[in-house]
């Protein structure tokens, strides 16, 4: 199953998406800059092999819902979203807002 909803942080819109797969969910909020996931992102590859492509993003470990994801902690995040003042530790929510905060420099 797909589910495409908003969530609101600060009365500021993103919108999130839920896979449900067979023995684990994949969780995405995103905003027009960057993005936020689960466990399944593959921080990595963005920060290697994808490195030119400054994608903007972080993810969460040990999330199984959408509310676990909004209330994590960044685990792991990309060269890009260091960029703009995110980093390991910090909470997924404030993570978004640095998000939509670039978008308005942009």
Do not use: W
């Amino acid at each position: 199953m797909l589910r495409v909803h908003d969530v609101y942080i600060n009365d500021e819109r993103f919108q999130a998406t839920e896979v449900n797969l067979p023995k684990t969910n994949l969780l995405m909020i995103e905003s027009a800059s960057g993005y936020v996931m689960c466990g399944a992102l593959d921080v990595e590859l963005l920060r290697t092999k994808l490195v030119s492509r400054g994608i903007i993003a972080a993810r969460a470990v040990g999330v199984k819902t959408m509310d676990d994801l909004l209330n994590g902690t960044v685990e792991s995040c990309t060269q890009a979203a260091e960029g703009i003042g995110i980093c390991e530790g910090m909470p997924i929510r404030e993570a978004l807002l640095c998000m939509r905060e670039h978008e308005t420099h942009a």
